[in-house]
Nanobody
């Protein structure tokens, strides 16, 4: 089993930056792919970014490409999401997740999820 805890969310203004962190515990040897998703009351859970452990590839949703950066610290079992140039449409609850395989963009392929951290971007 894997437990995930996110942190770093908050209330910011458009154009500001936030850095989300996620720490994994438990069977950390299963952290093949770690990703970030977001969800709002009016949208289904949406893929944001993902990073594989080996060889360390990264993937991004088109809506955040060029603004967000995902990174991993495998020694600490952590994944980060650096969010720059935040927009009001980035407002959502952001979830860290772990997948052991499958298409990285599909939430159904992620077996473990954190509790979420709220990101609110004011205009």
């Amino acid at each position: 089993q894997v437990q995930l805890v996110e942190s770093g969310g908050g209330l910011v203004q458009a154009g500001d930056s936030l850095r989300l962190s996620c720490t994994a515990s438990g069977r950390t040897s299963s952290l093949y792919t770690m990703g970030w998703f977001r969800q709002t009351p009016v949208k289904e859970r949406e893929f944001v970014a993902a990073a594989t452990r080996f060889p360390g590839r990264t993937y991004y949703a088109n809506s955040v490409k060029g603004r967000f950066t995902i990174s991993r610290d495998n020694a600490k079992n952590m994944v980060f999401l650096q969010m720059n140039s935040l927009k009001p449409e980035d407002t959502a609850v952001y979830y860290c997740a772990v997948s052991t395989g499958g298409t990285y963009e599909e939430s159904r392929n992620y077996a473990y999820w954190g509790q979420g951290t709220q990101v609110t971007v004011s205009s």
